[in-house]
C-alpha cells in the first residue's frame, strides 16, 4: 500500500524487533505533493523508488537525485543520458561519461534508481528526489517540481553476530574506469605468489565489503596465536590470501578440491593452484592438507575460525578466494560468530577431513539445520551432497511458488541446469502478477539480463563488453577463463510479509546437489532479503543497460525521451510489467 500526502512529509519507517531499540530504518518513505520515494537499505547501496499522483503524470520529464553523505557532501546523481546527445552501440565508456549530466538537467526517466557510493562511511545518507516537468508546452525545457527527501544508513549493524558483504563485481564499469584507468587486475603470466602491491588499491575498491570480510577472519587468525582456521577452498590463488594462510602453519587445516578443473589450463600449463598446493604443504605441513572432491567437487568456500578462548566464527558463500572470486565476478560473503552456526559448519569440515565417501547419506546432509543465536539474522542451512538433491532444492521451490510479490535472481547458470528451482525460474514468465526479474550468464561467456515478464531480454555478445571496454581491461573481461556473474542467490517477496533470500555456494541446480560438496542458507531476516534483493537490482541496471545499448542504432539511439514521446506511459498502463515495476519497488515493508 502507498502512502501519500498532498502538501505533506511524512516518512515511513520499519525496525526489526529484535534489534533491542536501535533505529533500524531498512525503508523509509517520504510524500509531498504528489511525489513519493522510498529508500530500500542495501549492504553498502540504496534502492531508490519514487512515485507520483495522477496529476503530475502529463508532463512529468523524469526525476532529479542527489544526496548528502554521512560526511555532509552534497552530490548530484548523474545520467548517462541527454536531451540532446545520441548513445548507439558503437558508443565507448569514455564518450558516455563525457556526455552524462547532473539528473537535474538530464533527468532520470524511471522510477528506480540503485546509488551505489565509490565509499560508504558510517552514518546517514541523505536522498532528496524532485520530479521534474516539462516546462509549459515544451517539448524538452523542464523545470524542477514537487521534492521530498529520506534519510538512510548504509552501513548500520543490523546484527551483532552476523555480517553480509559484497564485491562490487563490474568486470567493467564507468567507475572503474575513473578511478583506476582500466588496469589490470593481476600479471601475465600469472603465479600464486606474484607481488601485489600495486594491485593491492583496486582489489580493495573491487572486493569491497565481501574482501574486508574474508580479510578480516584471517588476519584475527594471524593475530591469535591460540586460534585455529579450518578451510574448504574451491579455487585459491589471491596471493595475500595465501601468504596470510601460510603464516598460520601448523594452525591451518586446509580441504582443497582436487577435481581435474584445478589439473591444467586448456594451454597444459599448470594452474596457480597447483603452487598453492605445494606452497600449504611446507608451510603447515601434509598432515594439515588434503584434497577432496565429494561426488564431483568440493565447491564450498568456507572458514572457520576457532580462537584461543575457543569462541567460534564461520565464513561462507558464494566467493572464491581467488583473483577473479573477489575481484572480477559478482559474489556475496557472509559471516556467522557463535554457536550454533560454527557448530553445524564445523561438524561437516570434520566429516569431510576423514572422508567424503558417504556424506551423501549421513545425518549432516539429511535435513535444514536452524541457525539461531543472539545477534543473528534468522536463518538456516542445508549441507551437500545430499543423496536425495530435493532435501535443499524443494524447499526454494516451494518459495518460488509461494511468492505473492515478486521473484529476483543472480544465477550464474541456468540455461544448462536442471531441477525444481531451475524448473520454476525457467517458467517464470508464465507468473501474471508476479514481478520477476535477474541476471544469469552461460559457461560461454554471455550475460543476460531476464525479464520473464518481459519479451525484451537480449543476450549480450561478451564480444561486445570486451570491444566496448578500453585496454588493457578489455583483456581481463574473460580474464584466462570463467564466468563474472557468480552469485546464486534467489529471492521471494523481499518487501513483503513473507520475506526470503537463498544462498550460499550452491548452484541451485540437481546434478550440483547430489554431487558437489555446497552449502545454501535460507535468510528469513528482512534486512538481510533486502540487501540481496538491492544487489540483484543493480546487477539487472547494469546489464539491462548494455542490452539495450547493444541494439541501438544512429537510426534509433537511446537518448531521453521528449514529452510528446510520453515515456512514462507504461508505468501507468496496468498490462505493462513497468507498471508492476513501480507499484513494487516503492512499497515500503509492512510493519511485524
Known amino acids: 500500500m502507498l502512502v501519500r500526502a498532498r502538501r505533506a512529509c511524512r516518512a515511513i519507517e520499519w525496525a526489526q524487533p529484535h534489534d533491542r531499540g536501535r533505529a533500524l530504518v531498512v525503508t523509509p518513505s517520504s510524500s509531498n505533493d504528489g511525489l513519493t520515494l522510498t529508500a530500500h537499505r542495501g549492504e553498502g547501496a540504496a534502492l531508490l523508488a519514487f512515485d507520483v499522483e495522477e496529476s503530475l503524470h502529463e508532463d512529468l520529464a523524469g526525476f532529479a537525485l542527489r544526496y548528502r553523505s554521512p560526511e555532509g557532501e552534497e552530490r548530484p546523481i548523474y545520467n548517462r543520458l541527454t536531451f540532446v546527445e545520441p548513445v548507439t552501440a558503437e558508443t565507448t565508456p569514455t564518450e558516455r561519461r563525457a556526455i552524462s549530466s547532473p539528473s537535474d538537467e538530464a533527468p532520470l526517466q ?56 559484497f564485491t562490487r563485481g563490474y568486470v567493467s564499469s564507468q567507475a572503474y574506469a575513473e578511478l583506476f584507468d582500466n588496469a589490470a587486475l593481476y600479471p601475465k603470466p ?35 596465536s591460540d586460534a585455529q582456521l579450518d578451510v574448504f577452498a574451491f579455487d585459491l590463488d589471491e596471493p595475500d590470501l595465501i601468504r596470510g594462510l601460510e603464516q598460520l602453519r601448523t594452525r591451518l587445516r586446509i580441504v582443497l578440491d582436487d577435481s581435474t578443473s584445478h589439473v591444467h589450463h586448456a594451454d597444459k600449463t599448470d594452474p596457480p593452484e597447483v603452487g598453492t598446493k605445494e606452497a600449504l604443504l611446507r608451510s603447515a605441513g601434509s598432515e594439515n592438507v588434503r584434497t577432496r572432491k565429494f561426488g564431483a567437487l568440493a565447491h564450498d568456500k568456507i572458514f572457520i575460525l576457532t580462537r584461543g578462548d575457543g569462541s567460534r566464527k564461520v565464513l561462507s558463500g558464494s566467493a572464491n578466494f581467488s583473483v577473479r572470486g573477489l575481484y572480477a565476478q559478482s559474489n556475496s560473503v557472509f559471516v556467522f560468530q557463535g554457536d550454533p552456526p560454527a557448530a553445524r559448519y564445523a ?231 513497468r507498471h508492476l515495476e513501480r507499484e513494487l519497488f516503492v512499497r515500503s515493508r509492512p510493519s511485524d
Open 110 to 165: 524511471k522510477f528506480h534508481w540503485v546509488h551505489f557510493p565509490s565509499r560508504v562511511p558510517k552514518g546517514t545518507f541523505t536522498y532528496t528526489a524532485t520530479a521534474m516537468r516539462f516546462k509549459g508546452g515544451s517539448n524538452d525545457q523542464i523545470e524542477s517540481g514537487p521534492e521530498t527527501s529520506v534519510d538512510i544508513d548504509l552501513k548500520q549493524d543490523t546484527h551483532d553476530n552476523f555480517e553480509l558483504g
Open 190 to 224: 600469472q603465479t600464486y605468489d606474484f607481488p601485489s602491491a600495486e594491485y593491492v588499491d583496486r582489489w580493495r575498491w573491487l572486493g569491497f565489503r565481501a574482501r574486508e570480510l574474508v580479510f578480516g577472519i584471517l588476519d584475527e587468525a594471524i593475530k591469535d
Open 347 to 577: 561438524a561437516v569440515f570434520d566429516a569431510a577431513w576423514k572422508t567424503t565417501s558417504g556424506f551423501g547419506s549421513s545425518d549432516l546432509a539429511k535435513e535444514w539445520f536452524e541457525l539461531t543465536g543472539d545477534g543473528l539474522p534468522a536463518s538456516s542451512v542445508s549441507f551437500a551432497p545430499h543423496s536425495d538433491p530435493g532435501v535443499s532444492l524443494d524447499r526454494v521451490a516451494a518459495a518460488i511458488d509461494g511468492a505473492k510479490s515478486s521473484v529476483l535472481f543472480a544465477i550464474m547458470d541456468i540455461g544448462n541446469a536442471s531441477g525444481p528451482v531451475m524448473d520454476r525460474v525457467k517458467n517464470l514468465r508464465d507468473r501474471e502478477g508476479l514481478y520477476t526479474f535477474g541476471t544469469t550468464e552461460n559457461l560461454t561467456g554471455d550475460l543476460k539480463a531476464t525479464a520473464p515478464t518481459d519479451p525484451d531480454s537480449p543476450f549480450i555478445p561478451s564480444d561486445y563488453l570486451r570491444s566496448k571496454v578500453p585496454e588493457p581491461f578489455r583483456a581481463e573481461y574473460s580474464g584466462g577463463g570463467g564466468i563474472s556473474i557468480h552469485h546464486k542467490f534467489v529471492v521471494c517477496d523481499f518487501n513483503g510479509e513473507r520475506p526470503v533470500a537463498y544462498a550460499g555456494s550452491s548452484n541451485l541446480a540437481q546434478g550440483g546437489e547430489s554431487r558437489n560438496g555446497d552449502n545454501l542458507v535460507e535468510f528469513t531476516d528482512p534486512v538481510v532479503v533486502s540487501s540481496y534483493a538491492v544487489e540483484a537490482i543493480k546487477l539487472i541496471d547494469h546489464y539491462r543497460f548494455r542490452a539495450i545499448q547493444h541494439q541501438a542504432t544512429k537510426q534509433e539511439p537511446m537518448r531521453l525521451k521528449k514529452r510528446s514521446e510520453r515515456w512514462a506511459n507504461d508505468y501507468f498502463d496496468p498490462a505493462s510489467p
